[in-house]
């Protein structure tokens, strides 16, 4: 559920970003689907027993879907892959959530801002905040101790935030920039829009999906009565039963959005740009103000020709 979105965080990092990262962001996508599609069709062909599979003792249900139609060595060998693969996308994670932790704090608008941002002199990169993340994940990862209710709430936001994360700008673009978006060299063309349409769409449907217990009928407890609402909740609520991700997700989203209505909109102003960044064309375009001024002047003396000494000087000047 992370490893599609590498893409996204290498685009700084590419030459010719604005064709390499969409067109990778674009058949990272399709590759993962393709394949995804096609892994899920053989589990369905090869299971043996789903329910054995689902109330196995190992805990693991892809664990136990290997044992009942491979041999155990091969068993071995595909878990140990898996666990590595699972390794490598933690560490991809860590470096996004570093790059972001950084990106907040670089704008100041993050808590202590000025340690998070800072960038290591011989590393060249901000050390700080790839720390900050890798210490907040060691301590939630502790919570697989205290049970799967605590670890589940942890793991039940993956799939709800990159959603929503994700289809932000999309849904902007597409509901309320619309025509006037100036597309890059490489784009979806006339598709652009009823794609963007269409993953908005799927995700204000899935979203309350997965929002949703996972259980029904007797086993889910609920309340008819408001006058009963802590009183069931005491007595009946079934806490392994419920679906955390409203809670664990939401709630520091309240808290952010309180933030930012109290006081965050106060004072942040948008992303600081702190750097000069030279864009293709734009050394020339410099260059050929000058020298427009430069003619201006002549115009303005009664003279209609300027020399090439004042031509190197506005390029000097320019440089």
């Known amino acids: 559920m992370s490893g599609y979105d590498s893409p996204f965080h290498l685009a700084e990092e590419c030459s010719n970003a604005n ?9 990272t996508s399709a590759t993962g689907g393709i394949f995804g599609w096609f892994l899920q069709m053989v589990v369905a062909y090869t299971v043996v027993d789903i329910d054995e599979v689902l109330e196995s003792e190992l805990g693991q249900p892809f664990a136990a879907y290997l044992i009942q139609c491979m041999p155990q060595k091969i068993v071995l060998a ?7 693969a699972g390794f490598f996308m933690g560490q991809g994670c860590m470096i996004a959530a570093s790059r972001v932790t950084f990106a907040y704090a670089r704008d100041g608008c993050f808590p202590l801002s000025k340690y998070w941002s800072h960038v290591n002199p011989k590393t060249k990169t901000p050390v700080n905040a790839v720390w900050f993340n890798a210490v907040i994940g060691i301590l939630l990862v502790l919570l697989i101790f205290a049970g799967s209710v605590a670890i589940g709430a942890l793991f039940s936001v993956g799939a709800i935030a990159a959603f929503v994360a994700f289809t932000i700008p999309i849904f902007i673009r597409v509901f309320l920039v619309g025509n006037r978006f100036r597309a890059g060299p490489w ?32 086993e889910l407890e609920y309340v008819n009565h408001l006058h009963f609402l802590f009183y069931t909740i005491l007595t009946h609520c079934r806490l392994d039963l419920m ?21 965050a909109r106060k004072w942040f102003k948008g992303p600081k740009v702190n750097l000069d960044h030279l864009m293709l064309g734009r050394e020339e375009a410099i260059i050929e103000g000058h020298i427009a001024e430069e003619k201006g002047k002549a115009d303005a003396d009664g003279s209609s020709t300027y020399s090439p000494s004042k031509t190197k000087a506005a390029e000097e000047k320019a440089s």
Do not use: D, H, Q
């Open 243 to 263: 679906n955390w991700t409203c809670l664990v997700y939401g709630g520091p989203i309240l808290l952010v959005l309180l933030w930012w209505f109290i006081s």
């Open 19 to 27: 064709v390499a990262s969409p067109r990778a962001i674009v058949l």
């Open 78 to 84: 595909i878990l140990s892959l898996t666990i590595i």
């Open 187 to 218: 784009n979806l063309g006339k598709f652009s829009m009823a794609c963007g349409g269409i993953a908005s769409a799927f995700v204000i449907l899935m979203v309350p999906i997965l929002c949703l217990p996972s259980v029904t009928g007797e």
